[in-house]
């Protein structure tokens, strides 16, 4: 265990830091990819699917007659690239938010991590979640987890549509806005992306990169942030409330 850290939220990352990537690059994509274009067929009246639609065609430069095929081989090179583009994540988190609902997927998590979770939570800490996953498909994974409906852990919800980019700083600022303006050095950020926590850091937040084994950041250069293979290496405390904010 390394030296803790006193803060006011946790606010964590998935893929990579609470879940494998495997579970998203293989379980979760390959859910996905076979069922985008049926999906699009079959909701042409959504408007979330319409504008999930109109902003691949814009994005990939397609002709405004561009079919499903067109538009689905474009969310596939997408998915190809992991690309986390807007859109695809969008429809993503609709059809995965059918397949828990069928019970034909469920989410594994990282042993260390919901114990640790509830452990801070207990210790009068607050927790939110910042994923390129669509606030559906991750409300929809916490409620179809191996450890069940662990969605009452967490307080809020970000994803790129709602906060920004997760590589730049002001993303980071527009979530401290949405957790009513604590200060930025009272929010931790777990995730393990180097990238994202430099602008977490740059956004004045604390940093805690997992350098998870077997994972793709195992080995990569986590720079000025603590770095740990698992939730169990670092404890946070929560820092005393002050009444006059
Ligand atoms: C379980 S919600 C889906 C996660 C997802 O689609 C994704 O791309 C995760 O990216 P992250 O930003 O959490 O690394
Ligand atoms: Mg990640």
């Keep these: 265990m390394t030296g803790s850290l006193t803060a006011r939220w946790v606010v964590v990352d998935i893929e990579g830091t609470l879940t494998p990537t495997s579970q998203v690059h293989v379980v979760l994509y390959d859910y996905a990819r076979p069922r985008l274009g049926p999906w699009i067929d079959a909701h042409p009246e959504d408007e979330q699917v319409r504008a999930a639609v109109e902003a691949t065609r814009a994005e990939a430069g397609l002709p405004a007659d561009a079919g499903t095929a ?5 969310l596939h090179s997408w998915m190809d690239a992991d690309r986390k583009a807007a859109p695809l994540k969008s429809l993503q988190g609709l059809i995965w938010q059918e397949g828990y609902a069928r019970r034909e997927l469920i989410s594994q998590y990282f042993p260390d991590a919901f114990p640790a979770l509830r452990r801070w939570r207990d210790g009068g800490l607050d927790l939110a979640v910042f994923s390129s996953g669509s606030v559906a498909g991750q409300i929809a994974s916490f409620s179809h987890s191996n450890e069940g409906d662990v969605t009452g852990l967490f307080r809020h919800h970000f994803d790129t549509v709602n906060a920004g980019p997760k590589r730049e700083a002001p993303s980071y600022r527009a979530i401290a806005a949405g ?13 393990d992306v180097p990238a994202e926590l430099d602008a977490a850091a740059e956004a ?28 169990d290496e670092v404890e946070i405390v929560a820092a005393a409330k002050d009444d006059s904010r």
């Design 70 to 74: 067109e538009i689905v081989a474009v």
């Design 179 to 191: 957790l009513g303006d604590p200060p930025a050095g009272e929010i931790v950020f777990l995730s």
């Design 204 to 231: 004045g937040w604390q940093t805690v990169g997992l350098a998870r084994s077997g994972e793709p950041f195992a080995e990569a250069d986590f720079g000025p942030h603590r770095a740990i293979a698992s939730f």
